[in-house]
């Protein structure tokens, strides 16, 4: 969207950008802006969070396993807490168990495999693991780069410098 904006010379402004990517998918507008953000609502409503992960290292594993979004949220039970966003300016290692994914448990119980692959990461060294919105991708943040072990032909993964 912002690339045809841009080519098209559109001029649309960053909030009809919004308007559209939102009408795209409910977690679209996330990716208009290349700067930490927290999801809230439908993942439409965006808030900006003052995040700095320099030195450490982002491993990324997609495993290639289909988990369906609306039955995800059909089986999710949101806390209703409401996230402190000063946790993100204290040790990644200490986000673990605050900054929590409500998709986890309906997707976990349904791809029971997910949810080791994220203990697989912890217990690879991640400061802080996750799956990635309603699935099925999984990350590790690590404060070394990890080895990237080897995974099965229908895995992809990377490792990137954050």
């Not at 009809?16 to 927290?38: I, M, R, V, Y």
């Not at 807490?81 to 290692?93: G, R, T």
Request: glycine share 6%; proline share 10%.
């Amino acid at each position: 969207m912002l690339l045809l904006n841009k080519l098209l010379e559109l001029g649309l402004a960053p909030e009809e950008l919004h308007t559209l990517a939102a009408e795209l998918g409910s977690d679209c507008p996330f990716f208009l802006k290349n700067e930490p953000q927290l999801a809230e609502g439908r993942g439409e409503k965006l808030r900006p969070v003052t995040l700095d992960l320099n030195g450490y290292w982002l491993l990324l594993v997609a495993p290639g396993i289909h988990a369906p979004t609306p039955q995800a949220y059909m089986q999710c039970k949101p806390t209703g807490q409401e996230l402190d966003l000063k946790i993100f300016k204290q040790p990644v290692s200490t986000w673990q168990n605050v900054v929590l994914n409500d998709l986890e448990p309906p997707v976990f119980s349904l791809h029971p495999e997910l949810a080791h692959l994220k203990k697989e990461l912890l217990d690879l060294g991640a400061a802080y693991a996750s799956m990635s919105g309603s699935g099925s991708s999984v990350y590790g943040i690590f404060s070394e780069k990890p080895v990237l072990r080897k995974y099965p032909p229908t895995y992809r993964s990377w490792i990137l410098p954050l």
